[in-house]
């Protein structure tokens, strides 16, 4: 198995924990905050769409799929155009809310079929380009590509926790 094979195959679980993580929330199950300062299972999947989105548009010179696809208008947030959720405020936390669970993987399975894309080009020798130099070490498209790959499952893995936590209480 080759280097891109591993990474579109940890891509592909990112999508699968996406969907479980909103399988049969209505909109309020989505936007609940289980405490005041939490986030919601709306606001961990919104997030770690953008910065898949955000950083691997960067890292292969692609045009952000939020912005070119319009789903900045589409979800209406009222944030930022280029807003990627990094160090939100409870407040901005706040403002991300959806009405269905459509919108939120409507947008994760663009940009991922983006992603797939962009995976499916690279070589080997690709993975060693530097894609970000105000780091120390400078930073490697594969470690960026890993890096993604890494803070996408655990936010999965957060929302799955919020969505437990949110349909245990409506119980």
Known sequence: MHAKDILIEGYGRIQEEVHAAVEGLDPDGLNARPADDANSVAWLLWHLTRVQDDHIADAFGLD???????WEKRFGLGLPRHDTGYGH?????????VDSAGLLTGYYDAVHEQTLGALRSLTAGDLERIVDE????????GA?????????LQHAGQAAYVRGLVQSAAS
């Open 144 to 152: 960026r590509l890993v890096s993604v790959l890494s803070d996408d």
């Open 134 to 141: 105000n780091w120390d070490p400078l930073v490697t498209l």
């Open 89 to 97: 405020s409870s407040a901005k936390v706040a403002k991300v809310r």
């Open 64 to 70: 952000q799929v939020w912005l070119a696809d319009a």
